[in-house]
Nanobody, 128 residues
Framework: VQLQASGGGLVQTGDLLTLSCKVTGLNLDYYALSWFRQAPEKQREGVSTVSSLDGSTYYAESVKGRFTISSDNAKNTVYLQMNSLKPEDTAVYYC??????????????????????WGQGTLVTVSS
């Protein structure tokens, strides 16, 4: 199993950036896919999730209305489109996969221990 994140970079406030995460070795029909981020000296936090059960999407309050998660199961890839970027969005972004169940909810999708597989991270830096 491999999750390969890409698309990070240095951008300016207000710019747009799209991250990609190519997943190999997993059937995405059964796995929720999420993006997490970790800023320097901060804990890793959940940013967004797309559920495999019904395609529902979840967002952290700090990114609602600016970020959009999507998945292309034919390509085994999940995307995170990030609009109106702010300096506080600066972080290493990780994609992650977990077995999805009907007991999953918006909170459980943010729990890092629930995840089975992680990508290596891609750095997003937003300059002011």
């Amino acid at each position: 199993v491999q999750l390969q994140a890409s698309g990070g970079g240095l951008v300016q406030t207000g710019d747009l950036l799209t991250l990609s995460c190519k997943v190999t070795g997993l059937n995405l029909d059964y796995y929720a896919l999420s993006w997490f981020r970790q800023a320097p000296e901060k804990q890793r936090e959940g940013v967004s999730t797309v559920s495999s059960l019904d395609g529902s999407t979840y967002y952290a309050e700090s990114v609602k209305g600016r970020f959009t998660i999507s998945s292309d199961n034919a390509k085994n890839t999940v995307y995170l489109q990030m609009n109106s970027l702010k300096p506080e969005d600066t972080a290493v972004y990780y994609c992650a996969a977990r077995w999805d169940t009907f007991y999953s909810n918006s909170y459980s999708y943010t729990v890092t221990d629930e995840y089975d597989y992680w990508g290596q991270g891609t750095l997003v830096t937003v300059s002011s």
